[in-house]
């Protein structure tokens, strides 16, 4: 069974240009999530869907980060316009439903420099 | 922020079990403690979760205290490729992943 899907790996592009990430998660997976990781630290959640729906962008810089979930499975970070201070791995994650006893599942994420 | 306190690092030698601690003194009765690892480059991987009972899977075995205060993940007979950082988690009913700074353990040749 495929895994969490993620493109691109790695993402090199001038500050103020627009990014995009793209996640496919494991199929049947209606739980998915954003995570960003700095260099050293621990990923931290950008946003979690329970299918279309946004349940939880608290920590989602909204003047310029955004993302989609359209009919519920993949998914699209976007960055517009990127700062230096966005390099970093950007993590997706799936799991089947969003109970706790549920373990999420990760993919390779994208590594983004902001030069 | 992460409601658990790890070793930022360890050695274990190769063959040896890697006993990892993580203290979560305020943990509530529902919650969960999780165990990830992320070997480098990668995404986090699922070791293993517990409420209150020890767990033992295929990878690793968690043992918490009964007071729940703490935890222990052991790498029964560890190789190289467990080099990796640990993070031990504690989740609740929200589903949050609240991610701290792990333990990055070296497994010696």
């Known amino acids: 069974e495929a895994g969490v899907v993620q493109s691109p790996r790695y993402k090199i592009i001038e500050k103020k240009q627009p990014v995009a990430f793209w996640c496919n998660p494991i199929?049947?997976?209606?739980?998915l999530y954003w995570y960003l990781q700095n260099l050293g630290q621990g990923p931290e959640l950008l946003i979690r869907y329970e299918n279309e729906e946004a349940v939880d962008d608290s920590q989602l810089p909204k003047d310029r980060f955004s993302a989609e979930r359209l009919k519920g499975v993949d998914s699209t970070l976007k960055i517009q316009p990127a700062e230096l201070g966005d390099s970093a791995v950007y993590l997706c994650?799936?799991?089947?439903?969003?109970?706790?006893?549920?373990?999420?599942?990760f993919g390779p994420g994208t590594r983004l420099t902001v030069l | 922020d992460a409601k658990t306190t790890q070793p930022p690092s360890m050695d274990c030698a190769e063959g040896r079990a890697a006993n990892l601690p993580c203290n979560h003194s305020t943990i509530s009765g529902n919650e969960y403690v999780y165990w990830y690892r992320q070997i480098h480059s990668q995404g986090p991987q699922y070791i293993i979760h517990?409420?209150?009972n020890n767990e033992t899977n295929e990878m690793a075995s968690l043992i918490i205290t009964e007071d729940r205060k703490s935890s222990t993940l052991i790498l029964p007979h560890a190789t190289l490729r467990d080099t990796a950082v640990y993070y031990c988690?504690?989740?609740?009913?929200?589903?949050?992943?609240?991610f701290g700074k792990g333990t990055r353990l070296h497994i010696l040749p």
């Open positions: 994650a799936s799991s089947f439903g969003g109970q706790v006893d549920n373990e999420q599942f």
């Open positions: 199929s049947g997976h209606n739980t």
């Open positions: 988690i504690v989740r609740g009913r929200d589903d949050k992943i609240i």
């Open positions: 517990g409420l209150k």
